[in-house]
């Protein structure tokens, strides 16, 4: 098992809050990722990191944000959920390093998001 | 730009038979490839890459894939399923250099049945 974190696994909440997905991983990886994807389908890459004080937005538009003040935190936040923003958002980190480690991505457990 | 296709949505296949989940992929210059799987309600898990060297990379759980250049894929197989198995499969790819994000295939889900 990767040591990347996710909490909380679940979450079930009402029109208008604001949310923060929390990422953790004890690698000490440089670069982080985060995912959305529908159950069983594609994913999107929505915000990347490739180390701290680093972040830019991924291919898929999205309404959250991000930061990265410490290597091995990755908050997304949702500043006002929509019941669009449903769907299960997944975080990964890697290391490219030396080469032979070729960007490796090992991915948390994800976090099923549930906006009423 | 970099992308992957993986022409099946779903693969069915018998418990003991040889299965084949297939993936191409355009890419500027030397690929890094990689497979990871997805079992229901979990993250995905590495399962191989291909970094240079030898054609057919060996990964977790007896799975193995052949890199063809001139192709330009990638197919996982494995010479006997397990229902076990049954799960979504994800290919990606990316540049040897320059950009470190990797593009994912839609996935396929590979169905073993007893």
């Known amino acids: 098992e990767a040591d990347i974190y996710q909490t909380p696994r679940y979450l079930v909440i009402g029109t208008g809050k604001k949310i923060t997905l929390e990422c953790s991983q004890t690698?000490?990886?440089?670069?982080m990722y985060w995912y959305q994807q529908d159950p069983g389908m594609e994913l999107h890459l929505i915000h990347y990191?490739?180390?701290?004080?680093?972040?830019e937005k991924g291919d898929l538009s999205s309404e959250s944000t991000v930061s990265r003040i410490r290597t091995e935190h990755f908050p997304l936040t949702l500043e006002s959920a929509r019941p669009s923003h449903t769907s299960q958002y997944l975080c990964?980190?890697?290391?490219?390093?030396?080469?032979?480690?070729?960007?490796?991505?090992?991915f948390g457990p994800g976090t099923r998001l549930t906006v009423l | 730009a970099q992308s992957v296709a993986q022409p099946e949505d779903q693969v069915n296949v018998a418990e003991g038979n040889p299965l084949t989940v297939k993936c191409t992929y355009s890419v500027s210059g030397n690929p890094y490839l990689f497979w990871y799987v997805q079992y229901p309600n979990r993250g995905l898990q590495f399962l191989l890459k291909?970094?240079?060297?030898?054609?057919l990379v060996k990964g977790s759980y007896g799975f193995e894939a052949e890199f063809n250049k001139s192709q330009t894929s990638f197919h996982l197989k494995k010479p006997s399923a397990l229902v076990s198995d049954s799960a979504l499969y994800f290919c990606?790819?990316?540049?040897?250099?320059?950009?470190?994000?990797?593009?994912f295939g839609r996935g396929t889900s590979l169905i073993v049945h007893p």
């Open positions: 990191s490739y180390g701290v004080n680093s972040t």
């Open positions: 990964a980190s890697s290391d490219h390093g030396l080469a032979t480690a070729g960007d490796t991505q090992y």
């Open positions: 690698m000490g990886h440089d670069k």
């Open positions: 291909y970094i240079t060297g030898d054609n």
């Open positions: 990606a790819v990316r540049p040897g250099g320059g950009s470190y994000i990797p593009t």
